[in-house]
C-alpha cells in the first residue's frame, strides 16, 4: 500500500474527511468530525495510526511485527501500523475498516 491507495481508500467511506489540524505534514482522516487515521507525510515507510478495540489492539500486536502500540497516540486504543508488506493490502484495509466502523458507531 502506498500514501495513494490509503488517502483513496479513506475517502472512499462514507462520510469520510481528510483534514490537516496538525500541520502540512500530518493527513487526519476523520468520520463525524472524530479521527479514525493519521498518518505523517514526512516519512520515507508508510506508516499510519488506526483505532482499535483495547483487546485486539493487543491480539494484533502480539501476532504481527507491522502492528505496534500507537506512535503519540493512547495505547490503549490506538496502533501504528507500518506498511512493510509483511501483510497483504486486504488486512490493512481491514483494520481501517475496524478504525472506522468504531469512530463511526460512535456518532451516530
Known amino acids: 500500500m502506498n500514501i ?10 462514507p462520510g469520510a474527511e481528510e483534514t490537516l489540524p496538525f500541520g502540512p505534514d ?6 463525524g468530525g472524530k479521527m479514525f487515521l493519521l498518518t505523517g507525510l ?16 493487543i491480539e494484533w500486536r502480539e501476532e504481527f511485527t507491522c502492528v505496534q502500540p500507537g506512535y503519540h497516540m493512547n495505547k490503549k486504543h ?8 509483511s501483510v497483504p493490502d486486504k488486512q490493512l484495509k481491514e ?6 466502523e468504531l469512530v463511526a458507531k460512535k456518532k451516530k
Do not use: Q
Not at 495513494?4 to 467511506?13: A, D, N, V
Not at 490506538?78 to 508488506?85: H, K, L, M, R, Y
Not at 483494520?95 to 472506522?100: E, G, K, L, V
Open 95 to 100: 483494520w481501517i475498516d475496524h478504525s472506522y
Open 26 to 31: 500530518t493527513l487526519v482522516y476523520k468520520v
Open 42 to 57: 514526512d516519512s520515507e515507510d508508510l506508516r499510519f495510526n488506526v483505532k482499535c478495540d483495547p483487546d485486539k489492539a
Open 4 to 13: 495513494e491507495t490509503l488517502r483513496e481508500y479513506c475517502l472512499s467511506k
Open 78 to 85: 490506538w496502533n501504528t501500523i507500518v506498511a512493510d508488506g
